[in-house]
């Protein structure tokens, strides 16, 4: 029988509407009287309105439960990805830190906790944001999102587990048929789920906002790039308070509901985290060895013995393979930019070495790959390169060989989306957006995607 972890999340962001903070705190207390631990990701100024209005008895309670990070102003626009359009990826990771960074300090500083996890405010996700949210040390990004998905399982990507494109989420919807609904969904997701020989996930959702108020807080303020002024925020409708409470009634009935099926666990991020499984240790000469005989002219992620091991990872331990290091991956992200190699003659695995030994780009202190390497006067890309690489081990080469450079192509770019029209995905994004620039940066930062093992 399967182990089924259900990972319970909450977006803690209306900064607009005082009486969302008793939702919060009835949310949880019904956790607290169910003895299950929720993850509750912060917007910054959500924080910073809960020390301005003295709510001490839900801050000392969120002590008890995880506290992730939500962006520090959620939907006021700029949004992320309005921003971050315009940026490559590390001028991206500097702008990101720069605007978020204080709602990071301040969700920290009030709650008491350094957040576990990251998610982006609605469909607002750009690849600029992984450096930044790596050298925070947030190790998982939970949200959900579909611009990079890996067979409906988590992944690592930009060197963070993420649990955003799971094929099971969850939610009863605030509606009289809405725990009938719930159990009929959760009853087919756990009788998919509890027959694989595996670690499954539930991903499960909520805004706290939503038992208190009939519509969202920023689609009344910030709709469609609209960005309402501050001392004009309006509040949405309120529900009277024994609907909240009587939707609260009824998400325990369905918390009930769940934890009376064998095999189900409820989980915060931090405790999937500790769940994966794969190894980051040294690999032998021989595993390398292996690894570089899968690759021909495709590049992709790779399982090997407990390994789990993006392009970059085996690009590294290629690297380490020929220069007679220590055989262990290392995290690089992926270049600027996609450049067509030139056209050249065999070139000397001497000059190979050199040229992949030089000075790399850094994003936040993390390696990047350039977006090419000199050899002998050529340039030649990561991807041609990492091929060329697998085909010197392959074939046993020393320095004062020849070889020809291997044309190849990233398949792991397959698993990042192609529409860069988001102007329909969220109802705060301006009607036109559209980002072509995101879209081609996270393609290339699959570089870095791979399976995640538990």
């Not at 720069?98 to 982006?120: L, N």
């Not at 587990?161 to 997701?189: V, Y």
């Not at 500790?274 to 690999?283: A, D, I, K, N």
């Not at 085996?314 to 007679?324: C, K, T």
Request: with cysteine; net charge negative.
């Amino acid at each position: 029988m399967s182990e089924i972890k259900v990972i319970f999340w909450f977006d803690v962001e209306d900064y607009i509407t005082p009486e969302s903070e008793d939702a919060l705190l009835g949310l949880i207390d019904l956790l607290d009287e169910k003895n299950i631990r929720g993850t509750f990701k912060l917007v910054g100024e959500k924080a910073r309105q809960l020390k301005k209005h003295n709510r001490t008895d839900i801050l000392s309670k969120l002590s008890k439960h995880e506290v992730g990070f939500h962006t520090n102003m959620h939907s006021k626009h700029p949004t992320i990805a309005e921003y971050l359009e315009g940026f490559d990826f590390k001028n991206g990771a500097i702008e990101f830190e720069k605007r978020e960074g204080m709602g990071f300090r301040d969700v920290t500083d009030i709650a008491g906790q350094c957040p576990s996890c990251y998610g982006q405010p609605g469909y607002s996700w750009a690849p600029q944001v992984f450096p930044v949210i790596k050298k925070w040390n947030i190790p998982v990004y939970l949200d959900c999102h579909d611009q990079i998905c890996l067979d409906g399982k988590p992944f690592w990507y930009g060197g963070v587990l993420n649990f955003t494109c799971l094929d099971s989420f969850l939610r009863m919807e605030l509606r009289e048929e809405g725990l009938k609904d719930a159990q009929r969904a959760f009853d087919k997701i756990y009788e998919c789920l509890i027959a694989k020989p595996y670690v499954s996930f539930i991903s499960m959702w909520y805004h706290p906002c939503e038992f208190i108020t009939e519509e969202f807080w920023d689609a009344y303020n910030f709709a469609h790039g609209q960005n309402t002024p501050c001392h004009l925020w309006r509040k949405p409708p309120l529900r009277p308070v024994r609907q909240m409470r009587y939707y609260l009634g009824m998400l325990g009935q369905f918390l009930d509901y769940m934890k009376s099926k064998a095999g189900i666990e409820f989980i915060t991020a931090s405790q999937a985290l500790v769940l994966e499984r794969s190894s980051s240790g040294v690999l032998a000469p021989g595993g390398v060895k292996e690894l570089a005989s899968r690759i021909q002219k495709q590049l992709s992620y790779q399982v090997y013995n407990h390994h789990t091991l993006s392009a970059a990872d085996l690009f590294s331990l290629f690297r380490s393979y020929i220069n007679g290091s220590k055989l262990e991956p290392e995290l690089i992200y992926g270049p600027e930019h996609e450049v067509v190699s030139d056209e050249a003659e065999k070139l000397s695995v001497a000059d190979i070495r050199r040229a992949i030994n030089t000075t790399y780009p850094r994003v936040c202190g993390f390696k990047q790959l350039p977006d090419y390497f000199i050899v002998n006067g050529k340039r030649i890309n990561p991807v041609d390169m990492t091929c060329t690489l697998a085909e010197i081990i392959k074939a046993e080469l020393r320095d004062d060989d020849l070889v020809a450079i291997t044309r190849g192509s990233l398949e792991s770019m397959h698993h990042a989306k192609e529409d860069s029209y988001w102007g329909d995905r969220w109802i705060i994004f301006p009607r036109n957006l559209q980002v072509p620039n995101i879209i081609r940066m996270s393609k290339l930062q699959t570089w870095t995607l791979k399976p995640a093992l538990f």
